[in-house]
């Protein structure tokens, strides 16, 4: 190692450069506001963005996973809110 002069493994899968994670990471963002009402497509271009590389395809199943768990949060959200009687307020 260059940086504490020690032998260390190789890293099994390196990290690219910044702007080409800051690039992934954007593309990425852009997926569910340009296809938020358009769900084929959607699915269509993470398919698509999935095949591009091995970092794209992280960052892009990671944002898949945080939509899905925010639908979820809301979905669970709302059932709680339809369980209060109304004029009740919960703590």
Known sequence: CAFCHLAHPKRFRPRPCKSKRSKCKRLAGMLDSVFANDPEQFDEAVSLLSTQ???LQTVVKSK???LQ???EMETETTATLGL???GL???
């Open 53 to 55: 590389g091995g970092y």
């Open 69 to 71: 768990n925010q639908d």
């Open 64 to 66: 898949v996973r945080n």
């Open 89 to 91: 307020l919960s703590l």
């Open 84 to 86: 209060l009687k109304p």
